[in-house]
């Protein structure tokens, strides 16, 4: 069976409109292949909109940080600086 297919339009900033087709021209591809392919991904969920990875790595910032071993408690002083070996 054959599905409905419908027609998009969008409007993009020009600058970003000539990236992107460039960007398609190296992956040697159309633009329009692309997004479809993209789209694709969204609707089956194994795409992520920017929104919603921007927003887990936001929650996963503060563990990372933890893992790293920097402190989250403001500015390092001159003399810490001088004397944490995680500055060194």
Do not use: W
């Not at 000539?18 to 021209?25: F, I, K, N, P």
């Not at 997004?35 to 992520?48: D, F, P």
């Not at 910032?61 to 003399?79: F, H, M, V």
Request: hydrophobic share 40%.
């Amino acid at each position: 069976m054959l599905a409905c297919m419908k027609t998009v339009s969008i409007e993009v900033d020009e600058g970003v409109l000539q990236a992107a087709q460039e960007a398609a021209t190296r992956a040697q591809s159309e633009l329009s292949t692309l997004l479809k392919e993209y789209l694709e991904r969204l609707a089956n969920g194994a795409a992520v909109c920017p929104a919603e990875g921007e927003r887990a790595s936001r929650k996963r910032l503060p563990e990372l940080l933890q893992e790293c071993n920097i402190a989250l408690d403001g500015r390092p002083t001159r003399e810490s600086f001088y004397t944490d070996r995680r500055f060194h």
